[in-house]
């Protein structure tokens, strides 16, 4: 229970996040979001090495990056900054990041001591752990994530997809009683987009005006499955491009590789973008055949703008565990298969009543997501955790 002279209190929050950056992935929008929504009841002060954010009210402490290589030195820095920074003066600590304090801890990626140990049996958990013992990288990770979920009287740790916190409990079981999904969300439900406004969109995008969109939204090429949507793009209809936005340092890489599969000019590199609305404006249909992802942003996104979603199945992708195949999106079995993806797409583009109800129920699924919903349930976990450090 919350205590009466909690509740409406103005709280000062610190929140810890290396890359406070709109331009970030899904970690980074997912923090933003909820530092806004948040900034409107409460005190907020973000700690960061790279802040690229404006937002009343809200206070900006960037912390000092001696060194970006190797990135797991700059992990003990500024786990070590940020704990002296913080260590008093203020009623949460709300760290997105691997670190020893604070008490929230919001996970978006799997455990590193998951993808290091599990199914690994015999000779092949032998050779994992020679690999690790070796390892000062493998090791201060490992050592900062023990350390971050040794739990303490009023620490929480928030998941952001039920298979996540299935993956947790099962990797660290003392943050079973400690865990609470808190999933991302969308700032509006703008709907489906009109033809005039679509055709608007790819106009300030440089995109064909004629044709069929299917778009991309990640910024790890590989880990999101963009090189089976090449391939797939090959077995699509020529009225068929594809729109990649993220990363932009990948691009090289990945241009080299559609040039080869022979699409080269069926595929627009867009870049990290501020804002993707302008994106899902201009699509037909978002494809994420992601082969690792926590819950997937991007896939809410698509859907408040009435975009109908090709998506890797609930082994890959969270939110997939929340969705139905054939009502709010259609899920991949194989997000690896260029031919499952591809005929996803088909399905989507082509099929006109499969479209429309794909749309309407998107647009009905992502109402139960938005962020000031979302923030509220944060709000509870601020205050549960002021309630416990005041008895």
């Known amino acids: 229970m919350i205590e009466a002279s909690i509740i409406g209190k103005r709280l000062r929050i610190a929140v810890l996040n290396r890359d406070f950056l709109s331009t970030g992935g899904g970690a980074e929008r997912y923090s933003i979001a909820l530092v806004e929504q948040l900034a409107q009841r409460h005190e907020m002060h973000v700690f960061a090495q790279n802040i690229n954010h404006e937002f009343p009210g809200v206070t900006y402490h960037k912390i000092w990056m001696p060194l970006r290589r190797p990135r797991w030195v700059n992990q003990l820095w500024y786990a070590a900054a940020t704990w002296w920074a913080t260590r008093r003066g203020f009623d949460v600590v709300h760290s997105h990041e691997n670190t020893w304090h604070g008490q929230v801890q919001t996970v978006h990626v799997l455990p590193i001591k998951y993808t290091l140990f599990h199914s690994r049996t015999a000779w092949r958990l032998a050779l994992r752990w020679f690999k690790v013992v070796t390892s000062p990288r493998l090791l201060v990770y490992l050592w900062l994530e023990h350390c971050r979920y040794s739990m303490h009287g009023n620490r929480r740790v928030v998941v952001t997809s039920t298979s996540l916190q299935a993956i947790m409990a099962q990797t660290y079981p003392a943050v079973v009683q400690a865990m609470v999904v808190v999933t991302p969300g969308v700032s509006n439900v703008p709907g489906p987009t009109s033809t005039t406004a679509k055709r608007a969109a790819r106009t300030r995008l440089g995109l064909p005006l004629e044709g069929k969109c299917v778009l991309f939204v990640g910024n790890d ?129 082509f099929d006109d009543a499969l479209k429309e109800a794909l749309v309407l129920a998107g647009v009905s699924f992502v109402g139960a997501y938005l962020w000031s919903e979302i923030a509220a349930q944060q709000e509870q976990i601020y205050l549960r955790s002021v309630c416990t450090d005041t008895q």
């Open 221 to 349: 090429y590989q880990k999101k499955g963009l090189a089976a949507l090449i391939e797939a793009l090959r077995q699509l209809p020529d009225n068929v491009f594809l729109v990649v936005v993220g990363n932009a340092a990948q691009i090289p890489a990945f241009r080299d590789r559609v040039n080869a599969s022979g699409v080269g000019l069926r595929v627009f590199f867009l870049g990290a973008m501020k804002d993707v609305s302008d994106a899902y404006c201009a699509a037909d249909c978002l494809t994420h055949p992601t082969l690792e992802d926590t819950f997937a942003m991007v896939v809410l996104e698509a859907m408040a703008h009435g975009v109908p979603v090709v998506v890797s199945n609930a082994s890959y992708c969270g939110i997939s565990g929340l969705l139905c195949d054939g009502v709010q999106a259609l899920i991949l079995n194989n997000p690896r298969d260029p031919a499952d993806i591809a005929n996803g797409i088909k399905k989507a583009l």
